[in-house]
C-alpha cells in the first residue's frame, strides 16, 4: 500500500478529475447535443435589404405620399361637406376621402407620365416628356449641390450661380449674330464659366480665409440677385432695347436649345442631353478619377487627407467651380430651353433651393441624383394636372417635397414607422444606452 488516496470526481465520487470527464452530450453517453440551425441566407439578406438606405429613402417617399394624401383629403371641399353628419351616413365621407386621395394621384400620374384620357399616342406621353424637361435643371443644380456635399461642403448658393450663369451669357452672347453651331455651344460655355466663375470665388475665400461656405453663399445669393436686377434695369446692360420694363433680351433663336422630338414636345429639347452629359461626368469624376479620390477623401476627413498630402484648400477650390459649373448648367437649361422670351432676378425658380432636396433625396450620388431630379420633375409636372382637374392647390405638392426630405434626416423615424430592423449604429447606440443607465443606477 502506497498510501496514495484516488481523486475525487464529480459529485463527491471517486474517479477522474472534472477535466478529464466526459462531457454530459457526445459520443460516450449517447447523447448528440442539439444543433442550432445557421439563419437561412434568405433572412440575412432580406435584413440587410431592409436597412439599407435606399428602402429608407423609398419608404420615406412612401410615408410623405401617405401624408400628401391626408392633406388632400382634408382640404378637400366635399369631404368637409360630408363630415358634418359622418355618424349619421358615414359611407359619405368615407367615399368622398377616397374620391379625394384617388382623384388626385391618379391627376399627378396623368400629368406626370400617361394621360389616357386622350386618344392620340403623342398627347399620350406628352406628360412624361414634360416631366424629363422640368427635371433637367433640376438634376444639373443638384449635381451642383451633391458633389460639394461628397468634399464636405453645404453649398446653399445655386440660385446666386444660376443667376450669374444666366448674366454671364447674356452680356456676352445675346448681342451676337453667329450660326448656331457655334453660338449655341458658346452661349452654354459662357454660361457655365459665369456659374463656376460665382461658386469659385466661395471656394477660394473659404481655402484662404476659412470663412463658413454657408454664410459666404447665402450672401453671394443676395449679391446675385440685386446685380442681376440693377443689370436688367439697366440701358445698355441686360435691359431690353426699346424697352423700359426690368427684363433682357429674349434668347437668340441661334442660341436656343432644339426640340429633341419636334414641337408636339416643347419642354423636352438638347439641355436634357448635356444634363445626362452632366451626370456620366460627375459619376466618372468622383467615382474613376484620381481627382474625385482626393475630392472624397478630403470630405471624408480633411486631417487625414491633409496628413496624407492632398493639399485640401485647392480641393475646396476645385469642388465649388464644379458645383458653381453646374448650376451654371442649370440655368442655362432656363434661358435656352424652357424661358427664351427673357429674363430678370427671378429666374432661377426656386431652382436653387430646390437642387438641395434633389441632392438629399438622391444621397448625394450622381444617379441618385438623376432619379430623384426626374421624381421632383414629375411632381412639379403633375402638380398642374392637380389643380385643373381636382382642385387641389399646388402649395399640396410643395408640402409633400418637404415632407420627402424631412422623413429622409430621419431614418430611425421611417425605421419605426414600418417597423424596419435597425442598424448596427443604431442598435450599438441602444446598449450603449442600456449599460450607462445600468451604470448609473448601480
Known sequence: ?????PSTGANGNPGLPPEQLPTASGALTGHTPAETPAPP?????????????????VL???????????????????VRTTSAYFFARPGDMLAAIWNSVYGGYEALFRGAVFNSRVADFGAQIRPLTNTLGFAAPLIAAGLGVALAFRVGLFNIGGRGQILIACAFAGLVTFNLDLPMIIQLPLT??????????????????????GAHEVILT???????????????????????????????????????????????????????????????????????????????????????????????????????????????????????????????????????????????????????????????????????TMQASQGIPVDIVLVVQALIVLFIAAPPLVRTIF????????????D?????KKAVAA
Open 1 to 5: 500500500m502506497s498510501g496514495h488516496i
Open 41 to 57: 441566407r434568405t433572412n440575412q439578406f432580406l435584413t440587410e435589404l431592409l436597412r439599407s438606405s435606399w428602402i429608407t429613402t
Open 60 to 78: 420615406a417617399v412612401v410615408a410623405a405620399m401617405i401624408v400628401g394624401g391626408i392633406l388632400m383629403a382634408a382640404t378637400n371641399d366635399q
Open 188 to 209: 452654354l460655355i459662357v454660361g457655365i464659366a459665369g456659374g463656376a466663375l460665382w461658386g469659385g470665388i466661395v471656394g477660394l475665400l473659404k481655402a484662404r480665409t
Open 218 to 384: 447665402i450672401m453671394l445669393n443676395y449679391v446675385a440677385y440685386y446685380l442681376v436686377t440693377w443689370m436688367v434695369r439697366t440701358p445698355g446692360l441686360l435691359q431690353r432695347p426699346a424697352g423700359d420694363q426690368p427684363i433682357s433680351s429674349a434668347s437668340p433663336a441661334n442660341a436656343q436649345f432644339p426640340e429633341l422630338f419636334g414641337p408636339q414636345f416643347p419642354l423636352l429639347d438638347l439641355g436634357f442631353v448635356f444634363v445626362i452629359a452632366a451626370t456620366v461626368f460627375v459619376w466618372w469624376l468622383m467615382e474613376r478619377s484620381s481627382l474625385g479620390f482626393r475630392l472624397r477623401a478630403v470630405g471624408e476627413n480633411p486631417h487625414a487627407a491633409r496628413a496624407a498630402g492632398i493639399s485640401v484648400p485647392r480641393m475646396y477650390v476645385y469642388a465649388m467651380l464644379f458645383a458653381g459649373g453646374l448650376a451654371g448648367l442649370a440655368g442655362m437649361n432656363q434661358i435656352q430651353g424652357a424661358v427664351t422670351t427673357g429674363f430678370d432676378g427671378l429666374i432661377d425658380s426656386g431652382i436653387g433651393f430646390d437642387a438641395i432636396t434633389v441632392a438629399l433625396l438622391g444621397r448625394s450620388r450622381p444617379w441618385g441624383v438623376f432619379a430623384a431630379g426626374i421624381l421632383f420633375g414629375a411632381l412639379k409636372s403633375g402638380s398642374f
Open 419 to 430: 417597423f424596419l430592423p435597425k442598424s448596427e449604429a443604431e442598435r450599438a447606440a441602444k
Open 432 to 436: 450603449r444606452a442600456k449599460a450607462a
